[in-house]
């Protein structure tokens, strides 16, 4: 091996900066010559590549965002489109791809290690959490520090105006950051995609808690919660109850944006060498993830067969700490 690239693909997340820098960084430490690609699965179908030298990733461990850009690629899901990505990687003799996304992204490399035999690695990059295989992805923990810092200023408004807040926070399919920045932020009531959820039982919760002097109350929301979004679930609360003071706030993209936290940079930092190395000790369709704090190398395919979710038990922390 002595030519690999790397790229970000899919919704970004804060330390892909820093997971790129260490997958340029170990590169060049193992003599390797390593290429950044822009956009994706799209770069590699436009033959938009360059090489990386070690000072272009001077200073990006604390950026957001991801300096060499992502994006969704049609293209590729389709056989043609990732004929075309194969060719560019072999005009350019490169033998080994890291890829840094989430689980549709494993999808892709999955196809074009089994198609074009080109080496693949993943690392884990999503703010949420939920892919199999590893306890942590990129970006997770930034994402729900800014979800509950969120949380700790609306309790402020929520308190001085007595009133009830609804926060939709991001995770179509996963409810950690709702679950934990509930749990983070103090806050009263959680709905996430991973149990029905019950409002008219929350309701009652909120009244029942309005009626021993809680007249300010935040209930986080998954954006993936069977029951809606936060407007159409705090649309029914209104018409259900006689609650005053509900607002909404939804904290959409920033959640995805931001400086990095360290655990997020020391993560990335961590997994980011071990993909290098994992090229280089020959294996491919793998994923780099950590499980119980120790580096693990699942098959892509885990990814997406055993997806995580938080344990339910912490819907019971969430009872337990409520204000009574
Ligand atoms: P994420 O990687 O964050 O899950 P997406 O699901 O949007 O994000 O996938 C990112 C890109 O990976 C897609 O735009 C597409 O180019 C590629 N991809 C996703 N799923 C597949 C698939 N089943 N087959 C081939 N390529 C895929």
Not at 40 to 68: C, F
Not at 127 to 143: P, R, V
Request: a negative charge; one cysteine or more.
């Amino acid at each position: 091996m002595k030519r690999i690239a790397v790229l970000t693909s899919g919704g970004d997340s804060p330390g892909m900066n820093a997971g790129i820098r260490a997958v340029v960084r170990t590169a060049l430490f193992h003599k390797l010559e390593v290429y950044g690609v822009r956009r994706g699965y799209q770069g590699l179908i436009d033959d938009d590549l360059a090489p990386i030298a070690s000072k272009t990733v001077s200073r990006i461990i604390n950026r957001g965002g991801t300096i060499l850009r992502t994006a969704r690629c049609m293209d590729f899901y389709e056989p043609e489109g990732r004929a075309k990505a194969a060719e560019t990687l072999k005009k350019h003799a490169i033998d080994g791809l890291v890829v840094i996304g989430g689980d549709g992204s494993y999808h892709g490399a999955h196809f074009l290690e089994k198609e074009h035999g080109i080496p693949c690695v993943g690392m884990p990059g999503t703010i949420d959490n939920d892919i199999g295989g590893t306890d942590y992805t990129i970006g997770y923990n930034t994402a729900l520090n800014t979800a509950m810092t969120a949380i700790d200023q609306l309790h402020d408004t929520a308190e001085s105006h007595e009133r009830i807040f609804f926060v939709e926070v991001m995770g179509r399919l996963s409810g950690y950051i709702a679950m934990m920045s509930t749990i983070a932020g103090g806050a009263d009531h959680v709905l996430t995609p991973e149990s029905k959820s019950d409002v008219d039982g929350l309701i009652k919760e909120l009244q029942r808690s309005r009626d021993e002097g809680n007249y300010n109350q935040i209930v986080v929301i998954s954006e993936g919660d069977d029951a809606g979004n936060a407007y159409e679930i705090s649309e029914y609360v209104k018409k259900n109850s006689d609650l005053k003071g509900i607002r909404v706030t939804v904290l959409g993209h920033i959640q995805r944006g931001g400086i990095p936290s360290a655990f997020d940079r020391i993560l990335a930092s961590r997994l980011g060498v071990h993909a290098v190395e994992a090229l280089l000790e020959g294996k491919s369709n793998v994923m780099i993830g950590v499980k119980a704090d120790q580096v693990v190398t699942p098959p892509l395919s885990e990814t997406w067969d055993n997806p995580t979710s938080f344990d339910s038990s912490y819907f019971h922390i969430v009872d337990a700490l409520l204000r009574r």
